[in-house]
């Protein structure tokens, strides 16, 4: 079982409203905008999402744009693009989503839990709350991406370009090969 942090404050700059794509132009952030501003006393599971502007049509076109040739983007386009119809009002919901969409299109089977209360510091090898530090993507042994002719292999982006530029077993492989699960 993996335990998700649902006791944490929301981190801004984080990992937790944001994601990485590899875009024609190199990587590309895709950020969910808050609403009411970024307070630190607010939890993460009751940060609301912002729809002031429509983001969502944003990330989806983004997303079309750089996987589009990917060589597994047409088995997933039409489903992809529903997740970006749907409109939860909290960022929780939103993660928690593609969370679940992307473990079960990898064929990683574990149940997710939630934490009772917030600690603050967990043994190292458990604790993936830090993205950035915890990040398993070893960039010396790169899978192809659509645009590495252009910028190289780009590390560290969301688990949607694995999936569609590799597929779902072989992705899944690389994930088991490189020690992610």
Not at 30 to 36: E, F, K, N, Q, S
Not at 78 to 91: D, G, S, T
Not at 131 to 148: A, G, L, M, R, V
Request: hydrophobic share 35%; proline share 5%; charged share 20%.
């Amino acid at each position: 079982m993996v335990l998700l942090e649902n006791c944490e404050h929301f981190v801004k700059s984080s990992a937790r409203n944001r994601t990485a794509i590899c875009s024609a132009n190199g990587k590309q952030l895709l950020t969910v905008p808050i609403a009411g501003g970024r307070s630190h006393k607010q939890l993460y599971t009751q940060t609301p999402i912002s729809y002031q502007t429509d983001w969502r049509k944003q990330h989806w076109f983004s997303i079309k744009s750089a996987y589009g040739k990917a060589p597994f983007f047409e088995f997933y386009e039409l489903e992809l693009e529903a997740l970006f119809k749907q409109q939860p009002a909290l960022l929780w919901d939103w993660n928690l989503m593609w969370t679940e969409w992307l473990l079960k299109k990898l064929g990683i089977q574990t149940k997710l839990g939630w934490t009772e209360k917030f600690v603050a510091t967990y043994p190292p090898q458990l604790d993936y709350r830090d993205f950035e530090k915890t990040n398993h993507i070893d960039p010396t042994s790169p899978y192809y991406q659509c645009f590495s002719t252009r910028f190289g292999f780009l590390a560290n982006l969301s688990g949607l370009d694995l999936l569609l530029n590799l597929g779902p077993q072989q992705a899944h492989q690389y994930l088991i090969s490189h020690g992610s699960i």
